[in-house]
Nanobody, 129 residues
Framework: QVQLVESGGGLVQPGTSLTLSCTVSEELLDFYSIAWFRQAPGKEREKVSCIAGSDGSTYYANAAKGRFTISRDNAKNTVHLQIHSLKPEDTAVYLC??????????????????????WGQGTQVTVST
């Protein structure tokens, strides 16, 4: 059974850092890529980052380059997303997902988020004073 569960969200102040976690079924993390997305109120879901299952390669959407870091801890079946220097515009529900592939091909530009079949429930991040 494919399961992804996000955690770590909350209300944070601008300029601080936050680490989100996506706990996945063991078999997912061993082989498949995991991606992070976010969706702000009234906006479309957008890509944030992806880590490949094949070799751990990482990919970032342009808006995420520089302040976001994705990593995985196989021992804990968890993929982390660190967000630094948080801004109010980072406020969104953050979701992790998988398309059950070894690579992040479906994360690349030109591919739609609907390529991802399995999603967690999301964790809310609110950046505000």
């Amino acid at each position: 059974q494919v399961q992804l569960v996000e955690s770590g969200g909350g209300l944070v102040q601008p300029g601080t850092s936050l680490t989100l976690s996506c706990t996945v079924s063991e078999e997912l993390l061993d082989f498949y890529s995991i991606a992070w997305f976010r969706q702000a109120p009234g906006k479309e879901r957008e890509k944030v980052s992806c880590i490949a299952g094949s070799d751990g390669s990482t990919y970032y959407a342009n808006a995420a380059k520089g302040r976001f870091t994705i990593s995985r801890d196989n021992a804990k079946n968890t993929v982390h997303l660190q967000i630094h220097s948080l801004k109010p515009e980072d406020t969104a529900v953050y979701l992790c997902a998988t398309d059950l592939s070894w690579t992040c091909t479906n994360f690349l530009p030109g591919r739609h988020v609907s390529e991802y079949e399995y999603w967690g429930q999301g964790t809310q991040v609110t950046v505000s004073t």
